[in-house]
């Protein structure tokens, strides 16, 4: 095996497999995942036990020079402590050296960056939604999952085994030739492994260190747009007119009457009761097993058809735009959440994401949130002010175009690329930089027309607070009419 030898343009890249353990590595895989589970527990009662034992000491009056310090919550320091800790704890004294070393860091790691996410969030330095102290682990809901960086990690030679530390041997379901290929030929290196039972079944992902080869698309100078919706998951129109239409599978909506069958099977059985202590009945574990064989195949139809669409995608264009959708706030739409979901629009957009850097001369272009894509014109470029979501036909004032609702956003979305090549143009010019489009930028991100974020001030609205005013023109209404205006402008000037 010839040896690895880190090069220029070499990436990091996963790659998951599925395993067969028997039942006593199955029980050793829970027993590292439990302990990693038991670490992290341990890691938030250790740091959270200072942040308590100081508030109690601040109702009594006590300076704070002479407060109890700060417990760290880096990865060294918790490390540290728990070395000390596991041989005294009754908690790991009896069962600790059954496991990895590996498992109780993965625990450890977790802590340290739970610790961390919440420290930024709360000084505004992390993105989304606002995060809140780390709490424990249930043992009935935490995911089971374990991370090894260090030891015997490899993909054996005869491609259908795997070591792991302390683990050993494990088969695999299927043959790991794509990773073990690169491993010989030196073009490829195991950074760490991760195991993780997910869908009823365990899988291993090996993070390795592999050689980026870029492919060259089928047609490097079409441009493509892509319009994502329920009724139709996917519409394409290319910049020669072309338009295709992906029909949404529905695998959930197929599945619903199966699911509904199996559920109503799982509820008339005795199932688990916390309160009463009660456990489920060997009919209810049989009857639950089946119901969740059903989601996982589910689960595992939707994957395997937005892969081949994204793929597909990938190697046929240059350039994709698509829509920078709220995914989180249309499934607050409690009339179409279920079918939201099902389609998986975000999915959608991670994998093109990721796809098109794997190719020559390929980019991926994101759409401004409020651009209305559906309600402009794909002729004359008209906006229209209103287009409800049930007129599913987009018919022109001005020019009297006549094209169906998602047909016109995918035009849109597709004409948006000369846009952004000539915004990457100025860019360059201004930067010097030379051509824009590299593989290793983020994607584009365009806001064609300034497009204006806040609400409209509605004609009630405006009339009330001229009331209340005795008509005097308040500073607010005057923003209200300036931005109504600059939009109109910027309209007519589109």
């Not at 290929?181 to 490829?188: L, P, Y």
């Not at 607010?476 to 600059?486: A, Y």
Request: charged share 30%.
């Amino acid at each position: 095996m010839k040896k690895f030898q880190p090069q220029p343009g070499f990436v990091v890249q996963a790659y998951r497999f599925a395993l067969d353990p028997n039942a006593t590595q199955e029980h050793a895989l829970r027993s590292h995942c439990g302990g990693a589970r038991a670490a992290y527990n341990w890691a938030v009662g250790w740091v959270t036990a200072s942040w308590r034992q100081r508030m109690a000491e601040e109702t009594y009056g006590i300076a704070e020079a002479e407060l109890t310090g700060w417990r760290p919550w880096s990865l060294p320091s918790l490390r540290k402590a728990f070395n000390q800790a596991k041989t005294t704890d009754v908690r790991f004294a009896a069962w600790w050296e059954e496991n990895s070393k590996e498992a109780y860091s993965t625990g450890l790691a977790n802590a340290s960056s739970a610790f961390d996410n919440y420290a930024r969030s709360k000084q505004g330095k992390r993105r989304g939604k606002r995060m809140g102290t780390p709490r424990f682990k249930s043992k009935r809901k935490a995911r089971l999952a374990c991370r090894f960086t260090t030891g015997t990690i490899r993909v054996d030679t005869d491609g259908r085994h795997v070591t792991l530390p302390r683990l050993g041997t494990i088969r695999v379901h299927e043959p790991t030739s794509s990773l073990l290929a690169r491993v010989r030929a030196g073009t490829a290196r195991i950074l760490s492994a991760t195991v993780r039972h997910e869908r009823g079944r365990w899988f291993i992902s090996f993070q390795t260190e592999v050689e980026r080869d870029l492919e060259r698309v089928a047609r490097p100078d079409a441009t493509v747009g892509i319009d994502l919706g329920v009724k139709t998951l996917a519409v394409m129109a290319d910049s020669t007119g072309e338009i295709r239409t992906v029909p949404n599978p529905g695998h959930y909506e197929r599945a619903r009457q199966q699911l509904r069958r199996a559920s109503r099977t799982v509820s008339r059985r005795q199932g688990p009761d916390r309160r009463t202590g009660q456990k489920p009945s060997k009919r209810w574990e049989k009857a639950n097993a089946a119901r969740n064989k059903m989601h996982h195949r589910v689960a595992n139809l939707r994957a395997d058809a937005l892969h081949k669409l994204t793929t597909k995608v990938a190697a046929e264009y240059g350039t994709v735009v698509v829509e920078d959708l709220n995914v989180a706030g249309m499934l607050k739409n409690r009339r179409l959440a279920r079918r939201i979901a099902d389609a998986g629009f975000g999915e959608i957009r991670r994998q093109l994401d990721y796809k098109t850097r794997r190719r020559h001369a390929t980019r991926t272009i994101v759409a401004d949130r409020w651009y209305p894509s559906s309600k402009t014109c794909s002729g004359c470029g008209a906006v229209k002010a209103k287009l409800p979501l049930h007129v599913r036909t987009y018919e022109c004032d001005a020019c009297g175009l006549v094209i169906d609702r998602d047909d016109n956003a995918a035009l849109n979305l597709a004409a948006l690329a000369a846009l952004a090549a000539a915004a990457a143009a100025a860019a360059a010019a201004a930067t010097g930089t030379g051509v824009a489009g590299d593989q290793d930028t983020a994607p584009v991100v365009l806001k064609p027309r300034g497009a204006d974020r806040k609400t409209r001030v509605t004609r009630t609205r405006r009339k009330a607070s001229a009331e209340r005013a005795d008509g005097a023109t308040l500073p607010h209404q005057r923003q209200t009419e300036t931005r109504d205006r600059t939009r109109t402008e910027a309209l007519t000037l589109w």
